[in-house]
């Protein structure tokens, strides 16, 4: 009889649970001490990983959801109310989610007693205190979980319309400067303003940080997106000047459109928005971008491929080749150096054009391992192939991230004296060198490596990049001529003459030059005709594999 009654006080409290679960955010549960039964709300199955919303064996029952790092400090708290040694629970900890991820929850309750035979209970709430909030206090506006929801109702229904993503620019320097309270100011103006600037059916909200969403379902353009975003800026522009310019600051905007966001999940459509206001602030910021599909794919092209040279880097450079193309000497056509060619696979059936993932690798820094990976190796076949042939050379690109990142000179001569090869066997070539051409610390390192015995070669010459000053500042001892600049040679009369007074010209100086980019036989006359020194291009052989390279100019 009094396990009945039991039984049917579990019961009523599950009632109750049920009964105001659909009212609540949070999970109500119910833990009857005396019979070892728990009960949570319904919806908690839709969140974390239970067995069920209904289950016994209560304390091993935990060890099954409960993140491994924190089963012993619930364990432990669990305990102590078992033996009655306190009468609340409160403690932070996580749940392993449905998705397999631990979130955090704070977990409440009190200990009751009822009936007759004095059932225990341990009756409470438990809410995700990681959860994002659903309102603002700063602002006075929703937040992103209001958003989210507004977001989802509208995809239901199909409602045209754009999300217009706002974020203050350099925001970090004004909190730096003025203090957080002041930041905080500069949000309120900024989320004032949208309000003004909201036409019927749009609604603002406030998301992290210091960005802020405007939710056009009111099948509006992407002029008026446009338009309400050039408003905003100019209600800032009236505010700082109110404030007698304490702080001047811009905003940028990114615009999606409903038919962008129609076909992605929520989680998607935020990125898109981030990529869009990222784009803004990319592109010089104060200004607003509109989304566009194939920059976007271009974005997710690039960030795919950095994954790749950084999970390959991770893996002892997996993925990378050394390739190699010939430099002949133009007296002879015989063998004088190669040029070291980076490629990477970024599968077995897609090569990664150098065009695509060199920029990614100098922007992220991974040029760094990865040069230091390619001198290795490219020293290693120039030892292999002067077992052949003695005077043979190797080239090697430079970048300029590694001059200006890491200690290149102390490791190109590492490398020299670890592989064993002459300095005078090692040719590098400094690339993509725009303006750091002519600063003091390439200046020092080019000087070095001359004092120490590597050749210098000033490579692009003709593109923009390299110049005369380059030449009388550097002093290399060769001169590359860009391919752009020989095809333009080969076919005007004008640039033509210009090649032959260059190369007379680095001649006159005691350097040595080669020409890039010759393909046919045709060329290769045309061109020899103005005297260069060395001659690289397809006419001699592409650029290729290391074992290929070999068999083809070294061995005998």
């Not at 939710?215 to 522009?237: H, S, W």
């Not at 060769?478 to 007379?504: G, P």
């Amino acid at each position: 009889m009094e396990k009945q009654r039991s039984a049917s006080t579990f019961e009523m409290l599950c009632d109750i649970i049920d009964k105001f679960a659909p009212c609540m955010n949070d999970y109500l549960y119910a833990y009857d001490i005396t019979n070892d039964a728990y009960y949570i709300s319904k919806k908690a199955l839709d969140r974390f990983a239970l067995p069920s919303n209904l289950f016994h064996d209560v304390v091993e029952a935990h060890n099954v959801f409960v993140y491994a790092d924190d089963i012993k400090i619930l364990s432990e708290d669990l305990k102590k109310m078992l033996r009655g040694e306190k009468e609340s629970h409160n403690i932070k900890y996580r749940w392993i989610g449905k998705n397999g991820q631990p979130i955090w929850i704070n977990c409440k309750g009190c200990i009751y007693v009822l009936g007759e035979k004095k059932e225990t209970f341990l009756l409470g709430c438990i809410n995700e205190i990681g959860a994002r909030q659903a309102a603002d206090n700063v602002s006075n506006l929703l937040g992103e979980e209001a958003f989210k929801e507004q977001v989802q109702q509208l995809q239901e229904v199909d409602k045209k319309g754009y999300v217009l993503r706002i974020g203050i620019d350099d925001i970090k320097d004004i909190n730096e400067r003025f203090g957080i309270e002041y930041g905080d100011y500069i949000l309120r103006v900024l989320a004032d303003r949208m309000k003004e600037a909201a036409h019927p059916g749009q609604t603002v909200y406030r998301m992290l940080g210091d960005e802020f969403i405007l939710l056009d379902a009111a099948g509006r353009t992407a002029e008026d997106a446009v338009a309400i975003y050039n408003g905003i800026c100019r209600a800032i522009e009236a505010a700082i000047e109110k404030d007698h310019y304490k702080a001047v600051y811009t905003v940028s905007g990114g615009i999606v459109m409903s038919e962008d966001i129609k076909a992605r999940d929520y989680g998607e459509m935020m990125k898109i928005s981030q990529f869009a206001l990222s784009q803004a602030k990319g592109n010089g910021k104060n200004q607003v971008y509109l989304f566009a599909e194939e920059d976007y794919r271009k974005f997710v092209r690039r960030r795919d491929i950095l994954r790749a040279v950084r999970q390959s880097v991770a893996e002892d450079f997996k993925g990378f080749e050394l390739y190699f193309q010939p430099i002949m000497r133009s007296k002879g056509g015989n063998l004088f150096a190669a040029e070291t060619l980076l490629r990477f696979h970024m599968s077995e059936q897609e090569m990664v054009s150098p065009v695509e993932f060199i920029p990614v690798l100098e922007e992220s820094g991974l040029i760094i391992p990865v040069g230091k990976w390619i001198l290795k190796n490219a020293l290693l076949m120039c030892k292999k192939c002067q077992s052949v042939k003695p005077d043979f050379k190797i080239s090697i690109n430079i970048s300029y991230i590694q001059i200006l990142k890491s200690q290149i000179l102390e490791e190109i001569i590492h490398s020299i004296e670890e592989t064993e090869v002459e300095p005078s066997s090692v040719i590098t070539e400094l690339t993509e060198s725009g303006g750091v051409g002519n600063t003091v610390m390439i200046q020092e390192l080019w000087d070095k490596l001359k004092e120490y015995g590597v050749y210098i070669a000033l490579d692009d010459f003709g593109t923009g990049y390299s110049n005369l000053q380059n030449i009388g500042n550097m002093t290399p001892h060769i001169v590359k001529l860009d391919r752009s600049f020989t095809i333009k040679a080969l076919q005007h009369d004008y640039e033509n003459r210009l090649m032959l007074c260059i190369i007379q010209m680095v001649h006159s100086i005691g350097l040595k030059i080669c020409v890039e980019g010759v393909e046919t036989k045709e060329e290769l006359d045309q061109i020899l005709t103005l005297g260069p020194d060395f001659i690289q291009g397809f006419y001699y052989g592409k650029p290729c594999p290391q074992e290929e390279f070999f068999d083809r100019f070294i061995k005998d």
